[in-house]
């Protein structure tokens, strides 16, 4: 198998979790309000501009269009995460369950971020060799 189809299926499946992700926000507003920091204001806002942030970027993504910089703002906006939610979430909880979900989360959202930040400086060489 070729290294931009292999690419190109790693990025698809990126780009439909992130969408998946975004509708989610939309579907459930009020379970993800829980994880929107007490001391930013605007509250359900935030989640739905979130959705928003996640199905621009998978789309982005699935078209092929501005790659990089929706995968410098998916990863801003996954490490966003990990810094203002999951980590004081972790830190603070004194329930141990959610101590351990939010260490889950850490995770999950610090690989979604990486793998957004490579797809971000790699998308100029995988579209000027679309032929490899």
Do not use: C
Request: positive net charge; aromatic residues 12%; hydrophobic residues 60%.
């Amino acid at each position: 198998m070729k290294h931009h189809l292999v690419s190109r299926i790693a990025i698809g499946v990126l780009a439909v979790v992130m969408i998946i992700f975004g509708i989610h926000h939309f579907r459930y507003p009020e379970n993800m309000l829980v994880y929107v920091p007490p001391y930013l204001p605007g509250g359900v806002i935030w989640v739905y501009v979130v959705g928003v942030a996640f199905i621009l970027a998978g789309i982005a993504l699935i078209i092929n269009r501005f790659v990089s910089l929706a995968g410098y703002l998916l990863a801003a906006l996954l490490f966003s995460f990990v810094l203002m939610v999951h980590w004081p979430n972790h830190r603070d909880s004194g329930n141990l369950e959610m101590r351990q979900m939010a260490f889950v989360n850490m995770l999950k959202d610090t690989a979604l971020a990486a793998f957004a930040w490579y797809v971000a400086v790699n998308a100029k060489h995988q579209r000027l060799n679309t032929d490899d």
